[in-house]
């Protein structure tokens, strides 16, 4: 029995109904149950966060993710918006860990949900699972969400830390953001462009998630980014021919830092060359492996 937190958002819908069709059972713990129960099929199990309630369903779970989280690019980052990343995050960790320590049947495996930015917005050389951590307001976030499940391990738990790039899916994400600006005609390249996106289809993404579940020797971190970064440029460039709409203009990256600040420096401009070298030494293979063969799929 798998349980998710997180699981109404994009990364979450897509991954139960995988394992819906996949026939795992799914439990989902979420802050609006009207509104999952709407979305995912009667096969999956709604719940709130009555503590007592999530004490017994976490009794009988062999498998938790932990996905849920303030989303990172729906709002200027002010001192209140960072403050509800941050807690939004680390407060759910905490709770997952206290009902992990309380629970008599403990679960096997915890995946918790980290990303990228651990290693920071500008990096210019590649890096891997032995990279350290970089600096910034994404890097510090990630690391204390990763450290609030961290004592799970000492009871036995199976904690795998999953540190996600920027998924591309029809459905949710980077990309219906980055093909607005075509469906208008005017398509834009943002900021100079030579920054490097370490990217993961959506379909990727889910596969190595069960890839992490199901192959009960591995543990730690594990960057779920497809092999080849790419240059934003490159991406918008791609877009272009696909929809046969020109590129107009780029976006100033001066004019994104005034009016974002943080928010264009460590996202929109950040550039990471993230590897998933852990997943393909333990033989996991994308199904999409360069940004072409991914937006061929997406833009069908
Ligand atoms: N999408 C990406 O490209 C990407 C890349 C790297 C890392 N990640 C991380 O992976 C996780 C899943 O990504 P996603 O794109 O599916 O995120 P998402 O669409 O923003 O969904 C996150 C889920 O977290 C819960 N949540 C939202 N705000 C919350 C709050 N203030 N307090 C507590 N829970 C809250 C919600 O679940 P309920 O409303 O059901 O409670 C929501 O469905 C996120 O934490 C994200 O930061 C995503």
Redesign the pocket.
């Known amino acids: 029995m798998i349980t998710i ?9 897509e991954l139960v109904q995988y394992l819906v069709e996949n026939n795992y059972p799914v439990n ?5 149950t009207i ?2 129960k709407t979305l995912f099929s009667q096969s999956v199990k709604v719940y709130d966060f009555t503590y007592n309630t999530l004490l017994e369903l976490i009794n009988k779970s062999d498998a938790v993710i932990n ?6 690019s ?1 709002g200027l980052w002010t001192k209140s918006q960072k403050q ?1 990343i941050i ?3 680390v ?2 960790g905490n709770l997952i860990t206290q009902l992990c320590i309380k629970a008599a049947n403990k679960p096997g495996i915890l995946i918790q ?5 651990y290693y920071g917005y500008n990096i210019n050389s590649t890096c891997n699972e032995e990279s350290s951590k970089g600096t910034g307001f994404l890097s510090d976030v990630c690391e204390q ?1 990763e450290n609030s499940t961290r004592d799970v391990v000492n009871y036995g738990i199976n904690r795998i830390i ?6 591309f899916g029809k459905n ?3 990309l219906p953001k980055l093909l607005k600006p075509f469906r208008y005609n005017i398509g834009a390249i943002i900021g100079r462009g030579q920054n490097y996106i370490s990217w993961i289809h959506i379909q990727d993404e889910i596969r190595a998630i069960e890839f992490l579940i199901k192959n009960q020797h591995l543990s730690g971190a594990f960057n779920l980014t497809a092999p080849t970064p790419v240059k934003m440029e490159e991406i918008i460039e791609n877009i272009s021919r696909k929809y046969n709409k020109p590129i107009l203009f780029s976006i100033q990256e001066r004019v994104l830092k005034f009016f974002l600040g943080d928010l264009a420096k460590e996202m929109l401009l950040a550039s990471q060359q993230v590897l998933p070298d852990k997943l393909m030494n333990e033989g996991f293979r994308f199904n999409f492996e360069t940004m072409d063969s991914a937006l061929t799929d997406l833009l069908n």
Do not use: H, Y
Not at 28 to 32: E, G, H, L
Not at 113 to 117: D, K, P, Q, T, V
Not at 162 to 167: F, H, K, L, P
């Open positions: 937190f997180g699981a109404t958002g994009f990364i979450g819908k989902v713990v979420t802050r609006n509104k999952a996905l849920a989280g303030e989303n990172i729906s509800k807690t939004s995050r407060n759910t949900a980290s990303a990228i930015g969400w999953i540190r996600t790039g920027v998924v949710g994400g980077i």
